[in-house]
T-cell receptor, first 110, second 117 residues
Framework: EDKVVQSPLSLVVHEGDTVTLNCSYE??????LLWYKQEKKAPTFLFML????IEKKSGRLSSILDKKELSSILNITATQTGDSAIYLC??????????FGTGTRLQVFP | GAVVSQHPSRVICKSGTSVKIECRSL??????MFWYRQFPKKSLMLMAT?????????EQGVEKDKFLINHASLTLSTLTVTSAHPEDSSFYIC?????????????FGEGSRLTVL
């Protein structure tokens, strides 16, 4: 059965800390791995990773895919309170279908 | 960026009634839309794929007679929860695919929180 597993389920840190969120996947006909940030309502797109070993970076966020290990990590450096959210990882298959992980709830305190 | 609008954002209904949720792509045509369901503190679960002009494709375990999906135009898909029961209470989110450019071009609606009393 296809699945995407994220860890940790929740994380509490102080502003300025660096965090690493993990995602592992078993997805038939896997195409790409996506990361989303969900605050109160709709998930917002962060990264899409298709190739193994190539880091994608956006400001303080970066992510990389390891196809051999069927996993990905999302790093956030110098965290801010505005980074508090649920971070969702999803594996895509059959064009645009997504299977989501359980999410990691990140809380950043001042 | 592309905008997907969902309406209503919140709805409370009595058990046994039907509720319709709309998903609109405001500035692009979406041949494919997806409907997800999210339980509290859980992840999004794909319910069905909605294709303009054809029948929706439902994921395993999703009752198609319970969750009616209509994709009447390139900018609108609707999800109707029929004969709603308290266990149908959930957060429903749609996403729309822009031009088949892959999952990086999927845009999510704001979600609709359904509470069935």
């Amino acid at each position: 059965e296809d699945k995407v597993v994220q860890s940790p389920l929740s994380l509490v840190v102080h502003e300025g800390d660096t965090v690493t969120l993990n995602c592992s996947y078993e997805v038939t006909n896997f195409r790409s791995l996506l990361w989303y940030k969900q605050e109160k309502k709709a998930p917002t797109f962060l990264f899409m990773l298709t190739s193994s070993g190539i880091e994608k970076k956006s400001g303080r966020l970066s992510s990389i895919l390891d196809k051999k290990e069927l996993s990905s990590i999302l790093n956030i450096t110098a965290t801010q309170t505005g980074d508090s959210a649920i971070y969702l990882c999803a594996g895509s298959y059959n064009t645009d279908k997504l299977i989501f992980g359980t999410g990691t709830r990140l809380q950043v305190f001042p | 960026g592309a905008v997907v609008s969902q309406h209503p954002s919140r709805v409370i209904c009595k058990s046994g009634t039907s509720v319709k949720i709309e998903c609109r792509s405001l500035d692009f045509q979406a041949t494919t839309m997806f409907w997800y369901r999210q339980f509290p503190k859980k992840s999004l679960m794909l319910m069905a794929t909605s294709n303009e002009g054809s029948k929706a494709t439902y994921e395993q375990g999703v009752e198609k007679d319970k969750f009616l999906i209509n994709h009447a135009s390139l900018t609108l898909s609707t999800l109707t929860v029929t004969s709603a029961h308290p266990e149908d209470s959930s957060f429903y989110i749609c996403s729309a695919s822009r031009g088949g450019r892959g999952p990086g071009e999927l845009f999510f609606g704001e979600g609709s929180r359904l509470t069935v009393l």
